[in-house]
């Protein structure tokens, strides 16, 4: 049981409130991504937990036992957790080997070293200086070394940020596995919501040093608390509604609404970019292609409504959708509204 429990944490520096009440529960073996904008209060939060700061008030809670509060303040290395940080994070004089066994008692299970370097991929690697792994092997060393001694919680700031955009995405996937592997409760801290939606159970969005709203990655997207995380987790087409019965009527026509509001509401209507269906004489409403940005796996497609509008469809197949022609526009799933007030 490693249930990682943060309550109504408040951290001021001076006269500047950090961190105005922060909850956030991170069960037993799942990671959850702190994600939010740069300032927002993530390396705070993150350095409470971790106990290298103390808060003003509220309290964590770590595997049952409180570890700061205003009473308490359990120093780090009596906390059980592990932290896997930036960059630069491994002994230079130090072989793979011992930096992962760093952390170990002396006569400890050594077979715990080759286990973990087994989990994030390097296993035979153990003889190796750090200088002789690339960027994305040494953030692997320093996942195993934080889960080597076997902590409570592992601790990840921005771990994959140095790493270039192919590189990340392959590294992240194998420490996500290593850390679900190994059965660890983690929080990584990240700006990148296609990191956090991609890699976490729980995405955890803060802004302004309050937490905005915490859900499945799914949850999240389908389901933003409000237009701010909407837009922060993911491309938006923002259009003006009003709703009549389940469906919100808008220059796109009547979209079926995901929850229930009162009829008659006026609605900022909310619609992904890969909801929209273009087709050269199917259904939808008429529209006409201005122009498109082609990315290779999809193209984005901007194109002007009857009423002057302009909107983006995220397309696989886009080709014949050049510009100045007139095509249909449909919507497929369900929308999200916040009422206009
Ligand atoms: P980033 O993504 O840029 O790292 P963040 O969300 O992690 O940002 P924090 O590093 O927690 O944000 O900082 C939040 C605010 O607190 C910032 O305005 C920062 O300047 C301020 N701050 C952080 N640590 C201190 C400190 N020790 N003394 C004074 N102000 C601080």
Redesign the pocket.
Known sequence: MSELVVQALRKS??P?E??AGIDLTVPSGSLAAVL????????????IVAGF?RPDDGAVELAGRTVASRSVDLPPEKRRIGIVPQEGALFPHLSVDRNVGYGLRRGADRGRVAEVLELVGLAGYGDRMPHELSGGQQQRVAVARALAPRPSLILLD?PFSSLDTGLRAEVRADVRAALSADGATAVL?T?DQEEALSTADLVAV?RA?RMVQAASPRGLYLAPADLGVANFVGDTVLLDGTLSGRCAVTALGALAVRAPMPAGSAVRVVVRPEQLVLTADGDGVSARVRDQVFFGHDALVHLELSDGAVVTARSLDAAWAQPGLDVRLAVRGEVTCFSSQ
């Open positions: 520096f001076g500047t950090v961190l939010g904008p740069s300032g927002c209060g993530k390396t705070t939060l993150l350095r700061e921005e801290v700006h803060m040093g």
